[in-house]
């Protein structure tokens, strides 16, 4: 059977039916075929004959035409529509009276339309058509013949009765076989197209995160390399003024340019080796900031105290690197613009999610500041927490200078150990 919407790929044991309903319905037509030709009077060759062959052939054409289009080559809606049924049942049933009219041997074939009632039909649209067949077969049986107050006729048709309710019994049961496994096969499809989709937007995810990544290399190589580089030209420039006047100055500035040069490639190897380290390849994110902290204090800047318990345990690897993103940038920060003596650097379980705070004693950041231009580190960490899910807030330090606090959910199915 098929449905309106998309037809499942793979062809279930419904899709086979047509055969069988083929092989069943051919064989009570051949059977009656078969009592016109040789239990009868007539035989095949005569008017009567021709005529029952004339009514199974269009019997046999409105069959593969309505019926077993619903069980192989077209995908039409099931149930079968109203219209159809009325078209393809009312046919049948006249079809089959002819045909019971010329010889009792086409009752099974009223047997047949049963059964396709109950593929092809709703049960709550099953009595019409089924009394009208019923009715046929009985016919059929010669039910309606002799006084019906013969205690013999009265129980043929309460074995015929028993008979039909069985029949309907037994068809209810399968119907409701068939819809349960139509029901499973389409929840099948449903959760194949889910996880296509949950891929699809995967990859997705996946290229965003590429693109934020380089935008925001762009902005920190903006903000740094390229502010450098006027600088230097500007420094060179002084330098060469002066070293007409006086050399000594023009020595000093050239040092101090010279310092400003390995700064700046300080900073994009920093960034190049960020880049070039997998997330899954990452070290532990302790670690990561401890390093982080270390090379701060080995260039002359302020001072910064790691607090990370070792107890609790590691973060998962999305929100780890963004914690570790997040960190560096607020780092950054703090060495070129703070002026600060002490830098602090907590990390922290909080319920579901992750607190990462980054302080210093610095001279603070003014609200008004982050709403000026050339602050790429500020908008790169928040992407860096809106990419893992999370949230970035700046503001004053108590006591003096600026505190950074990152709150990221911990993803579940990517944590890892260290």
């Not at 296509?196 to 902005?219: C, F, G």
């Not at 705070?357 to 927490?385: I, N």
């Amino acid at each position: 059977m098929s449905t309106s919407g998309p037809r499942l790929p793979e062809r279930s044991f419904l899709d086979h039916m047509a055969p069988l309903w083929a092989l069943f319905f051919y064989s009570t037509q051949l059977l009656g075929l078969f009592d016109v030709a040789f239990r009868s009077a007539f035989g095949l060759l005569s008017w009567r004959g021709w005529t029952a062959f004339g009514l199974s052939v269009i019997s046999a054409v409105l069959f593969q035409w309505l019926f077993a289009r619903h069980f192989a080559r077209d995908p039409a809606p099931w149930p079968m529509s109203p219209g159809a049924a009325w078209l393809y049942f009312g046919g049948q049933s006249l079809l089959l009276l002819l045909m019971l009219l010329l010889s009792r041997g086409f009752v099974g074939v009223g047997f047949a339309l049963l059964g396709q009632i109950m593929a092809c039909l709703p049960p709550r649209r099953w009595p019409l058509p089924m009394a009208v067949v019923i009715l046929l077969v009985a016919f059929g049986l010669d039910a309606f013949d002799g006084p019906p107050a013969q205690v013999g006729d009265v129980m043929a048709l309460l074995g015929l009765g028993f008979t039909f309710g069985s029949f309907i019994v037994i068809g209810l049961l399968i119907h409701q076989l068939f819809t349960q496994r139509y029901r499973l096969l389409q929840l099948v499809e449903e959760l194949r197209e889910a996880k296509t989709a949950v891929e699809k937007a995967a990859a997705e995810r996946e290229e965003l995160a590429v693109l934020r990544e380089r935008t925001r290399l762009a902005r920190e190589m903006h903000d740094s390399i390229g502010h450098a580089l006027v600088l230097v030209n500007v420094k060179l420039e002084a330098a060469e003024r002066l070293y007409a006047r006086d050399k000594e100055r023009g020595d000093a500035e050239l040092e101090a340019t010279r310092a400003l040069v390995r700064e700046t490639m300080t900073g994009l190897r920093s960034s190049l080796a960020s880049l070039r380290a997998p997330v899954g390849e990452a070290e532990p994110l302790s670690e990561a900031i401890g390093r982080l902290a270390e090379a701060i204090g080995a260039r002359g800047g302020p001072q910064v105290e790691v607090a990370i318990p070792a107890e609790q345990p590691a973060p998962g690897l999305t929100t780890a690197e963004a914690l570790r993103k997040i960190a560096r940038e607020a780092l950054a920060n703090i060495e070129r613009h703070a002026g600060a003596a002490h830098a602090w650097v907590e990390l922290a379980r909080d319920g579901d999610d992750w607190l990462l705070r980054v302080s210093d004693d610095g001279r603070g950041m003014r609200p008004t500041d982050l709403r000026k231009p050339g602050h790429f580190g500020v908008v790169g960490m928040r992407e860096h927490a809106a990419s893992a899910g999370g949230t970035l807030t700046i503001g004053p330090r108590p006591g003096g200078g600026t505190l950074v606090e990152a709150r990221v959910p911990e993803r579940g199915s990517d944590s890892v150990t260290g």
